[in-house]
């Protein structure tokens, strides 16, 4: 297993995950962001701004998801 890290980018700037998470691959490691949003989006403090990316143990940037993406994916998933 690889570890990841997630970068939240917001209004006050961006906040790192020191520790990372150990997840099997790129794919895991962008659902975890995904569902990251998704509870950033339902938490009282959403803001349509906020962001997630996401490092390989490089520091190589593998991905990002915003917010609305996320509520959108999970729209449909209810519809």
Not at 49 to 54: L, R, T
């Amino acid at each position: 297993m690889r570890r990841y890290f997630f970068q939240i980018h917001g209004e006050r700037g961006t906040d790192d995950d020191p520790g990372g998470i150990a997840l099997p691959g790129h794919s895991a490691a962008m659902l975890q962001a995904v569902t990251m949003c998704a509870e950033i989006g339902c938490s009282d403090g959403f803001h349509l701004g906020f962001a997630i990316s996401v490092r390989d143990e490089r520091g190589s940037v593998i991905g990002r998801v915003s917010v609305v993406v996320a509520a959108a994916i999970l729209e449909r998933r209810d519809a």
